[in-house]
T-cell receptor, first 110, second 116 residues
Framework: ETGVTQSPTHLIKTRGQQVTLRCSSQ?????VSWYQQALGQGPQFIFQ???????GRGNFPPRFSGLQFPNYSSELNVNALELDDSALYLC?????????FGPGTRLTVL | AQTVTQSQPEMSVQEAETVTLSCTYD???????LFWYKQPPSRQMILVIR??????QNATENRFSVNFQKAAKSFSLKISDSQLGDTAMYFC?????????????FGTGTRLKVLA
């Protein structure tokens, strides 16, 4: 049990739609990162938020955006969904020198 | 750019036996961290073991140990006395902090099956 939760567990959207995924961590976890894990692949870094500001980004287009809130929750927003966005989306929050992952949201784009 | 390679897509081991999972990485950095994560069917990534690159001593956590060869850029995971609960995907990951960003780069994973 990592103390990091994500919602929803599963989600089905159609191409062109927008989606918001949510992550909740615990007090003291002031850094949150989001990852995309395509089927059969390792997670790929999307971006990181620290104290409500994005402070690092991987090779993902601007239609992937996020928010971090003072209550240790965060969101990943994806606009104009494409079929290739189908994946498991993981959030990970950081406390001291350790990163804790949530169970992920499985997004299917039809 | 850093890369992480896991050359064994699938492995199996008999219960109570020992298995070694391979990982190589490519970087020009000198200070970094390496990790092994376990991802069971529940999908939650669980940290198995970590190694700081500046430490020469190999990390050990109970039945899990690593063979860290910095010059060869190799970071293998040894699981001793394998248990059925060890069945999972195992990911090797490289991490370097840059201006406060903790960016993890993962390999493609090794699916380990422990057989009864």
């Amino acid at each position: 049990e990592t103390g990091v939760t994500q919602s929803p567990t599963h989600l089905i959207k159609t191409r062109g739609q927008q989606v918001t995924l949510r992550c909740s961590s615990q007090s003291g976890h002031n850094t949150v990162s989001w990852y995309q894990q395509a089927l059969g692949q390792g997670p790929q870094f999307i971006f990181q938020y620290y104290r409500e500001e994005e402070n690092g980004r991987g090779n993902f287009p601007p239609r992937f955006s996020g928010l971090q809130f003072p209550n240790y929750s965060s969101e990943l927003n994806v606009n104009a969904l494409e079929l290739d966005d189908s994946a498991l989306y993981l959030c990970a929050s950081r406390r001291e020198d350790e990163q804790f992952f949530g169970p992920g949201t499985r997004l299917t784009v039809l | 750019a850093q890369t992480v390679t896991q050359s064994q897509p699938e492995m199996s081991v008999q219960e109570a036996e020992t298995v070694t999972l391979s990982c190589t990485y490519d970087t020009s950095e000198n200070n970094y961290y390496l990790f092994w994560y376990k991802q069971p069917p529940s999908r939650q990534m669980i940290l198995v073991i970590r190694q700081e690159a500046y430490k020469q001593q190999n990390a050990t956590e109970n039945r899990f140990s690593v063979n860290f060869q910095k010059a060869a850029k190799s970071f293998s995971l040894k699981i001793s006395d394998s248990q059925l609960g060890d069945t999972a995907m195992y990911f090797c990951a490289f991490m370097k902090t840059t201006s406060g960003t903790y960016k993890y780069i993962f390999g493609t994973g090794t699916r380990l099956k422990v057989l009864a």
